[in-house]
């Protein structure tokens, strides 16, 4: 089945500095890749997706780089501040076609500290 | 609008009891997914709804855990014979399928069980 597999697990930045967290998931039919922020006791949040047809996609200062071919999907963080220490979630899933749920295969999570 | 709710918001039980933890998903979402969160660790797919059938129960972890949905809207994850190893955070997400952005599931808040 479905692998996610992410780093660092944990990542301590000084505020302003940029921050990349790195996954590669292993099924080739994957074609759906949400990031999630996850604050401490509080629900997954989604901060950015991207689709497999799509190279990166940019949100202010959030962006998400894709590379089919390596198999492999980034999350950068530029200008950090405090409030996005958090922790972060990458995740796979096979969407739109016949007999695939869409259910998420997540990565095992990245620990962002943003020193102020 | 109203987001995914879960109750209850923690759950303190004994080893061999049974649990029943219940998700309200967004008013109108058709599909529905459980994961469970071990401490410090990503999310791990459980079962997946859609309407009130679960083409997918791949990831239930044993025999003792069940799920249901009735009404295309309540879900209600059983546990029987509790275990310590079942402790952790479960969480239930929903998403609105044949709708733009289908892909994207809206987590509630979890039920953090804790078997002694």
């Known amino acids: 089945g479905e692998n996610v597999e992410q780093h660092p697990s944990t990542l301590s930045v000084q505020e302003g500095d940029s921050a990349v967290i790195k996954c590669t998931y292993s099924d080739s039919a994957s074609n759906y890749f949400p990031w999630y922020k996850q604050e401490l006791g509080k629900r997954p949040q989604l901060i950015i997706d991207?689709?497999?047809?799509?190279g990166e996609k940019k949100d202010q200062r959030i962006a998400v780089t894709l590379n089919k071919t390596a198999k492999h999907f980034s999350l950068h963080i530029t200008e950090t501040q405090p409030e996005d220490s958090a922790v972060y979630f990458c995740a796979a899933s096979i969407w739109g076609r016949s007999g695939n749920t869409g259910k998420l295969i997540f990565g095992q999570g990245t620990t962002l500290q943003v020193k102020p | 609008g109203a987001g995914v709710s879960q109750s209850p918001s923690n759950k303190v039980t004994e080893k061999g009891k049974d649990v029943e933890l219940r998700c309200d998903p967004i008013s109108g979402h058709t599909a529905l997914y459980w994961y469970r969160q071990r401490l410090g660790q990503g999310l791990e797919f459980l079962i997946y709804?859609?309407?009130?059938?679960?083409?997918?129960k791949s990831g239930l972890p044993s025999d003792r855990f069940s799920a249901e949905r009735t009404g295309e809207s309540v879900s209600t994850l059983t546990i029987q014979r509790t275990q310590q190893e079942d402790s952790a955070v479960y969480l239930c997400?929903?998403?609105?399928?044949?709708?733009?952005?289908?892909?994207?599931?809206?987590f509630g808040p979890g039920t953090r069980l804790l078997v002694l």
């Open positions: 709804f859609q309407g009130n059938s679960a083409p997918d």
């Open positions: 997400a929903s998403s609105f399928k044949g709708a733009s952005k289908q892909e994207t599931q809206y």
């Open positions: 991207i689709r497999s047809n799509v």
